[in-house]
């Protein structure tokens, strides 16, 4: 229960976070006159989404000693916490890669941000590193930027019917991730398609080169 109300909670933020930073990337777009970014500014400014939603998601899981102004390392919430994050972020990354492969598939015009699987990759590993980090140097998560994102989550959070929509976001985050899970440890079904010989390929490899002619 306690593994869920994280899932939940932490899913809730999440999609608060993407609202805030969906108004602070069309302020920063106004300011550039709506002109696509160039591919330094894009992951530029991506990174520093990931560290600050790292940031946001290891101070929530963070814990204060009762007597003491000493941090407390909860693993039974940290651990949990970062493997959320990671899983989140990796299935954007792997939704993205879909998008990108169902576009090119059908020959559709692709988005015009600038992309780079490498930088995705780099960009993962990047709030890997900026968690495992935060862990050695807790007081780096308390700073003026993660307080402002802090107050304005938890008053969007208790609004009326803002609140109730992200609500719902989150409940549908925690079936996304349960989806998630039994979907990569379900075992595939064996394939008992009738076995091709050499002619089959040699067919199959002609009409290949036909379509690339």
């Not at 651990?79 to 169902?102: C, S």
């Not at 925690?174 to 899970?181: E, N, P, T």
Request: proline residues 6%.
């Amino acid at each position: 229960m306690i593994l869920l109300t994280l899932l939940f909670k932490l899913g809730v933020r999440f999609a608060i976070f993407n609202f805030i930073w969906f108004f602070l990337e069309l302020a920063h777009k106004m300011l550039t006159g709506m002109r696509p970014p160039f591919l330094a500014e894009q992951y530029i400014l991506k990174g520093l989404k990931y560290i600050l939603l790292v940031n946001i998601t290891f101070a929530y899981c963070l814990e204060f000693a009762p007597n003491e102004p000493t941090y407390v390392l909860n693993w039974q919430k940290l651990l949990p916490g970062g493997l959320i994050l990671m899983l989140y972020l990796l299935g954007k990354f792997q939704k993205q890669q879909e998008q990108l492969q169902f576009l090119g598939a059908f020959q559709m015009p692709v988005q015009q941000r600038p992309y780079s699987k490498n930088l995705e990759i780099l960009l993962l590993v990047l709030a890997a590193l900026t968690f495992t980090g935060l862990y050695f140097f807790p007081y780096l998560s308390e700073n003026g930027i993660s307080h402002w994102f802090e107050s304005n989550i938890r008053s969007l959070e208790k609004a009326f019917l803002l609140g109730f929509i992200f609500q719902v976001l989150g409940f549908f985050f925690v079936l996304s991730v349960f989806f998630r899970l039994l979907k990569a440890f379900s075992p595939k079904p064996p394939q008992d398609g009738p076995t091709q010989g050499p002619d089959d390929y040699a067919d199959y490899e002609e009409v290949t080169d036909q379509r690339l002619d």
